[in-house]
């Protein structure tokens, strides 16, 4: 069924939603997780270009990264983690192509038309652009 899936994380509570909805379908088909991150300040769109240093918001995600990874792997899990830099979207369908993927896990934030408007949608756009199979799982109270 799944052999890699994976799961964009943003460090919010968004994250915890989607890890503990996926699990049991890990734990079902045996399959690696993949937890990326995409890292989209001005240094991180910018760091390959004007080879920049890394910025405190790129070792904090890498940093968030490693734990939960760390986290998922004491419970069993076969983990890897990606920091991306750039556009979101782009990111994470570049990372699922790249590494083989068979399913996106993404949970939502909910916001609806207006908020759409103003924020755009990751989810939206990934689904517009890919073939990989895709679940989005609605975050409760984020």
């Avoid at 937890?35 to 904090?60: P, Y």
Wanted: net charge neutral; hydrophobic share 45%.
């Amino acid at each position: 069924m799944y052999q890699r899936i994976l799961i964009p994380l943003e460090n919010s509570p968004t994250d915890r939603a989607i890890l503990e909805h996926v699990k049991p379908l890990v734990k079902l088909t045996g399959a690696t997780l993949l937890l990326l991150h995409v890292a989209d300040g001005w240094v991180a769109r910018n760091f390959n270009q004007l080879k920049l240093a890394e910025s405190e918001e790129m070792k904090t995600d890498r940093a968030y990264l490693e734990k939960i990874a760390g986290q998922l792997h004491a419970e069993g899990f076969t983990v890897a983690i990606q920091l991306a830099l750039g556009d979101p979207p782009a990111e994470i369908i570049k990372a699922a192509k790249a590494e083989n993927c068979d399913l996106i896990a993404m949970a939502g934030h909910g916001h609806r038309f207006f908020g759409d408007l103003f924020h755009g949608s990751t989810i939206t756009q990934v689904r517009h652009e890919t073939s990989i199979p895709l679940l989005v799982l609605r975050a409760r109270n984020a």
